[in-house]
């Protein structure tokens, strides 16, 4: 017999309050937002008082600036990460009725979209202010993993974008009906991999271990703009692991395409994530040449 883990009974809904008749609710997902951005926010300010890690020993912003850049930032993360998952995920509903975009409470954010959106409100920052972009940028990007750690957290207590059916002892049954719709016999329960805990580890802890180290013992915020390219490469990387282990979004899924590719070689293919996130990792070592060619 398998060895199941059984799927943590964990409310998604932290709190729920009644207002003038209608019923509000404080989600997890909501909470891993704020949290992403306040841990964000503290790391930056301790980063910038730390002035020996920057070239010629001036940071590129001073500690109450980066209120102002962690506003950009939350307001190009929403609008970028909405926007991103109706375009890249769900454009055929998005064509057939616009207002989808706006429908926030319906739930669907992409990461892509997101980061995109960060760069653009990083970029309109940096030129109203006149700081130096790519300063910027690496001091954005080595704060990043807390919000992707804590999103990632969200995700598996909303038991969503579950992983493909496994018999690792570590499966997991997640509670939802689609999740345990995996093909299994009449009365068996359908183990998945837990991929949200595994872009958690990845994204989250590891890629923010790997940044600090070369940050705090390799000096690497003296060339601005390496650290960018660290993130888009361990970004990537991590993504496009975890996407062999991850359930396909429903919508690219068919009878002859079970693993969602969108892009296919005979058996083999890259789901829309994969495709997104690998030219993550040819961007960041092309950001990272032209940092180090710059700096010489």
Known sequence: MLAILPFPNIDPVLVSFEVM???LAVHWYAISYIAGFLCALSWMRFEVSRVGLWKDNTAPLTKNKIEDVITWMIIGTILGGRLGYVLFYQFDAFLSDPLRIIRVWEGG????GGFIGVITAALLYCRKTKCNPWSVGDLIASSSCFGLFFGRIANFVNAELWGRPTDAPWGIAFPTEAAQNCGQALSEICARHPSQLYEAALEGIILFIVMTYLIFRRDWFKVP???IGVFFIGYGL???IVEGYRQAD???IS???PFGYIIRFNE???TMGQTLSLPMVFIGMAIIYIARRRAI
């Open 255 to 257: 009878i002859d395409n």
């Open 268 to 270: 083999f293919g890259l």
């Open 250 to 252: 429903l919508q690219f």
């Open 21 to 23: 008749g209608r019923t």
């Open 225 to 227: 703009g390496q650290i």
């Open 109 to 112: 954010m992409s990461f892509h």
């Open 238 to 240: 991590a993504r496009v």
